[in-house]
């Protein structure tokens, strides 16, 4: 027993305890780094109107059909986004420099998609979801199940 209480002290060394310490400071801040702030629908829609933000709705085409969706919202499916990006790349290009803020069913997957975009340097906002947006007296409009 004395040669394991042995063993894990020489592994506590003055010089590598301070490494470990500064490697775990290091990973923790690079994980709240990419931390995706919450929006209110009311906040959303004034950064919105001000043409300083952009707004997506990242369901899927199926739900868009059941419920609508806000007005103001692009639709991109986070389907696209976990695969080709064909319609998110060209989206973002054509975005670059405004805050993308995003909403979902609940905002969870908002929540996943920011940090995928906020970890690549976008600025980017969740804004919870649908529901949110309807409770708050957002104009919504329906959407045709073909998209």
Known sequence: MDCLNHSIASDLKPMKFPRFITLLIATAGFVFAAEVPKLEPAAAAQLIAEGKAVLVDIREPAEWAETGVVAA???????????AQKDWKPF?????GKEIILYCRS????????KALAAKGVKVSNAGGFK????????????????
């Open 92 to 96: 973002l290009e054509k975005n670059a």
């Open 107 to 114: 905002g969870t997957r908002a929540g996943i998609v920011g």
């Open 73 to 83: 919202a692009t639709l991109l499916a986070k389907s696209d986004f976990d695969g």
């Open 132 to 147: 949110a947006w309807a409770d708050a007296g957002q104009p919504t409009r329906k959407v045709d199940s073909k998209k």
